[in-house]
């Protein structure tokens, strides 16, 4: 059990591009949650997976955010048209549904937008 | 999900025992307090969580009052890399709602 991994790690990139992260959950986790933090703030919550069903969506997920999930495995986050207010660190978190609401976060991928 | 209060920061001997505090006032009969932290750069961590008995483990304890409407997470002997921001957390257990609501936390800094 290696923990749950974010790619990349860091991303810089012009207003106006398109970036994807990938979160790789604890194997044989269900359930996937993205959050977006920025400076100074908790994590926010943006938007949850079981399986590959997307379960619930954040209000702070506008349009030009998509995530997808599609083999019930890794999850991949996109966001179109970025804005410089889109720079943020992106966390992923994975667990069971069957545990006690613990989360088990990866590293975080920090967006930079220019 | 109840509301929590915490101190925006805090300060710590290398050695001595940290004690956060949080307030959940509204905290409702079903709802447990958990507590997460977050170290620079990292994702946060799950630390520990309970409903209405003082719970420990490895890393921490955690004492809840009798009316439920605070709770004190303990580091008893704190070390230079508990340097984190903590969380406290109030959710139904095991809810249909997936996220966790995080606050601001309490900036807790060891000094040696």
């Known amino acids: 059990d290696t923990g749950v991994s974010q790619n990349p790690r860091h991303k810089i990139t012009k207003r106006g591009q398109n970036v994807t992260f990938r979160c790789d959950p604890i194997?044989?986790?269900?359930?996937l949650y993205w959050y977006r933090q920025t400076l100074g703030q908790g994590p926010e919550f943006l938007t949850y997976?079981?399986?590959?069903?997307?379960?619930?969506k954040s209000r702070l997920l506008s349009d030009r955010f998509s995530a997808e999930r599609p083999k019930g495995s890794f999850s991949t986050l996109e966001i179109q048209r970025t804005e410089q207010g889109d720079s943020a660190m992106y966390l992923c978190?994975?667990?069971?549904?069957?545990?006690?609401?613990?989360?088990?976060f990866g590293p975080g991928t920090r967006l930079t937008v220019l | 999900d109840a509301k929590t209060t915490q101190p925006p920061s805090m300060d710590c001997a290398e050695g001595r025992a940290a004690n956060l505090p949080c307030n959940h006032s509204?905290?409702?009969?079903?709802?447990?307090v958990y507590w997460y932290r977050q170290i620079h750069s990292q994702g946060p961590q799950y630390i520990i969580h309970?409903?209405?008995n003082n719970e420990t483990n490895e890393m921490a304890s955690l004492i809840i009052t009798e009316d439920r409407k605070s709770s004190t997470l303990i580091l008893p002997h704190a070390t230079l890399r508990d340097t984190a921001v903590y969380y406290c957390?109030?959710?139904?257990?095991?809810?249909?709602?997936?996220?966790?609501?995080f606050g601001k936390g309490t900036k807790l800094s060891v000094k040696p």
């Open positions: 509204t905290i409702s009969g079903n709802e447990y």
């Open positions: 194997s044989e986790h269900n359930r």
């Open positions: 978190a994975s667990n069971r549904d069957t545990d006690t609401d613990t989360q088990y």
């Open positions: 997976f079981q399986n590959e069903a997307q379960l619930e």
């Open positions: 309970g409903l209405k």
């Open positions: 957390i109030v959710r139904v257990h095991g809810g249909s709602q997936g996220n966790l609501i």
